[in-house]
């Protein structure tokens, strides 16, 4: 659980950077700031915020420190789309931030940053960076010696202008807290409001109902009428707001997936490579240069293997077997049977990891060498494994247990780590260096026994032949030369292809359903004209894309016509709702009971028990927020009037209200209250800041 846990964790900490929790919704604190830009003009303007620009150069930059600092510096796809969606949120919220900030006339003192530093409640990474591990505490001897040496560095030494943009980073995150703290400190929760969610939570409600479901009118009895829509448009106007401007367009695709001969050809490939696999003396090196995935070896138990045809056969051959060419998830592969031995099957362990930054080289040697250090307290006496695991350890999720991850099978852990656990043995303890930086484990306990393989497997992915692509190319090329202005559809039908449609795309969206790779699509989808069809073919994985756009909808409140088709439902459910409203008028006429009005609606009366405010779901039909407010807000044994809800036209009778018993602690509820007020609010602060900052976004340019 505890590297599994880390790896989550670690993931968190980059959503944290924009985020993490109350105070960096507005923090932006990697180590380079935004600069400004050495060129100028609108051309490298990829965003604007309360007329302030933001560059593409700076940017970029910034994305690519973000990878660097996650780790993740070579990722593509998805993942840099991520990157990117979080930095743009990074720059706007810093010049938000600084210009509420200004306005305030917020400052951090030098003697405040100092503070921070070498004060008597130093920040928590000083403390993480410099602390001496027998005492918890900041070593003033080192960091004296460390910010010694930054004075005399010179301004282009790597280290110096880390330090430089970790102390600024400090800065930014004192000055997001102070404007909280002046955001929020006036929130208020008095006892009313605490006792008004208690209530909310706890009173139950008992009562009997009466629905005529919209389901009971068919859809071809309704006929809507061009008022139907223009009044359900104008009550409901407000839920049509564009965040972004989105685009339509239809598509069809020719499709470059491998055909049966790419496959021969890639399973003769594979085949030729038995020979020298069979006598290779470095098997992890012959994966490393002929496999497509350049997995690890590693010891694995039966059903670990990946694949039930090498169970079968792996746990019962000789080191050095060879078995394949095989077809496996989309692949030709050879397994080697490299070695075999009787291992544990779980082992319990702890650790204590010692983080560092692939960014910098050098934080190795210094994790390594304090890794040594609360090693040797360990092996010593004098240094508690837990103590010093809930104080060091980066793996805050096993740390906090003093460093425990209980008990855990083969493929739990990073191959670095699982190797040291399950080849050591039973009270030692040991240090390995994996990709989150320096573990020193105590191994705890090994249970179990059982054979173990080490397999290495070389694989060689199917993938269409250039002749195959050449082919679906050439087809989706003569598709588009045969187009003209409007006659999009009627080309598909003759070449019998089925159209597509990609609806409402954002600006920035790099995949789309059925679409891989559609980023160049979308870009062009939002510099042409409704009507336009593309004057190239697109590559979207497997498939060559040729699309045409029809509609474009604006940023801002949509107009009738562009949500007309999304509404319909909605309309047709409110037309049945004026038919039923009526009968249902008509039931409770003269009606003193709702066993009455359930007689002439031709319905059924329906009992519910125990329903709160808070959670308003009608049991075995849905959330009712008008129907289940309405009963909160009557009185008992009386017949209401019919209602108008989401699913179709009710009338109840409320029989009783059960109130809980008194609240007993006002002053912790208030709190939690107060809190989740404090949380909500920082959001709901910073989308109106947002507003109010007229964010021009000119990413879908560049992107």
């Known amino acids: 659980m505890g590297i599994m846990n880390f790896l989550r964790e670690r993931m968190g900490k980059i959503l944290v950077i924009v985020i993490g929790g109350a105070l960096l919704l507005f923090i932006i604190s990697f180590a380079s ?63 938000i931030l600084n210009k509420e900030i200004d306005k305030l006339g917020l400052v951090v003192s030098p003697d405040e940053t100092n503070s921070m530093v070498n004060g008597n409640n130093p920040d928590q990474q000083i403390v993480q960076y410099f602390g001496d591990p027998k005492t918890g505490k900041v070593d003033r001897a080192r960091l004296g010696t460390f910010e010694q040496q930054m004075s005399t560095a010179k301004a282009d030494d790597p280290t110096k202008q880390q330090w430089t943009a970790f102390i600024k980073q400090l800065t930014t995150n004192r000055l997001a807290q102070k404007y909280m703290s002046v955001a929020t400190n006036g929130l208020y929760v008095n006892s009313l409001d605490a006792q008004d969610d208690y209530m909310n939570r706890n009173k139950l409600a008992n009562f009997k109902y009466v629905l005529l479901d919209y389901a009971s009118i068919p859809d071809n009895k309704v006929t809507l009428t061009d008022d139907d829509y223009q009044s359900y448009y104008d009550d409901h106007k407000s839920q049509f707001k564009n965040k972004d401007e989105t685009r339509s367009f239809d598509y069809v695709g020719f499709n470059a997936a491998a055909s049966k001969d790419d496959s021969a050809a890639v399973k003769a490939s594979i085949e030729k490579l038995v020979p020298s696999f069979k006598t290779s003396t470095n ?206 559809d009627a080309e598909a039908k003759k070449a019998g292809l089925t159209k597509k449609t990609a609806a409402d795309v954002q600006p920035l969206a790099a995949a789309l359903p059925g679409l891989e790779s559609a980023r160049e699509i979308v870009r062009w989808a939002f510099k042409a004209e409704k009507g336009d069809f593309s004057d190239q073919v697109y590559d979207a994985g497997n498939l060559y894309i040729v699309p045409v756009l029809t509609e474009i909808k604006p940023k801002g409140t949509l107009p009738l ?143």
């Not at 973000?66 to 990157?83: E, I, M, N």
């Not at 009783?656 to 609010?681: C, D, H, V, Y």
């Open 561 to 703: 016509d562009a949500v007309k088709k999304q509404i319909e439902p909605a309309v047709r459910a409110h037309a049945k709702a004026k038919m039923l409203l009526d009968k249902m008028t008509a039931a409770s006429n003269g009606s003193s009971t709702i066993d009455q009005v359930a007689q002439k609606a031709g319905a059924k009366v329906m009992p519910v028990q125990n329903i709160v405010f808070n959670n308003p779901v009608i049991p075995a039909v849905a959330l009712e927020y008008k129907l289940v407010g309405t009963i909160f807000g009557s009185k008992p044994n009386k017949v209401s009037k019919p209602i108008e809800g989401d699913h179709g036209v009710y009338v109840f009778a409320l029989d009783n209200f059960i109130n809980p018993a008194p609240l007993g602690n006002a002053i912790k509820q208030r709190e939690q209250i107060a809190q989740t007020l404090s949380q909500r609010s920082q959001g709901l602060l910073f989308d109106a800041l947002k507003d109010k900052a007229n964010v021009k976004d000119y990413r879908s340019k560049f992107l």
């Open 283 to 488: 098997d992890s090196l012959f994966v490393q240069v002929n496999a497509d995935t350049k997995a690890p070896l590693a010891y694995k138990k039966k059903g670990q293997l990946g694949d039930p045809k090498l169970d079968s056969v792996m746990f019962n051959e000789s080191n050095g077997f060879v078995y394949g060419p095989y077809l496996s998830a989309g692949s030709y592969k050879l397994a080697k049977l490299v070695a075999a031995k009787v291992g544990p099957d779980s082992v319990k362990a702890r650790h204590i990891l010692i983080q560092t930054n692939p960014a910098v080289p050098s934080s190795l040697i210094v994790a390594k060498a304090k890794a040594d250090s609360i090693k040797k307290l360990i092996q010593s006496g004098k240094g508690n494994f837990a103590d010093l695991a809930k104080q060091f350890s980066a793996d805050k999720s096993s740390g906090e247990k003093g460093g425990e991850l209980g008990y855990f099978g083969r493929g739990a852990m990073v191959p670095q780590f699982e190797d040291a656990a399950f080849a050591g043995k039973k009270g030692e303890l040991t240090t390995v260096v994996s990709q989150f930086g320096v573990h020193i484990i105590e191994i705890e306990d090994q249970k179990g026994s059982s054979k173990v393989v080490e397999v290495a497997v070389v694989d060689k992915a199917i993938t269409p032949s250039s002749k195959t692509q050449s082919l679906a190319y050439s087809k989706a090329q003569a598709f588009l030369a045969a187009l003209t202005k409007g006659n999009f």
């Open 33 to 95: 700031q935004i600069g400004s830009s050495i060129f100028k003009g609108d051309s490298n303007k990829i965003g604007e915020v309360d007329g302030e620009k933001i560059t593409n150069q700076d940017f970029q930059t910034q994305v690519d420190n973000a990878k660097k600092q996650s780790g993740q510096a070579d990722v593509g796809g998805q993942l840099t789309a991520y990157f990117q969606e979080m930095v743009w949120n990074q720059q706007v919220s810093q010049i």
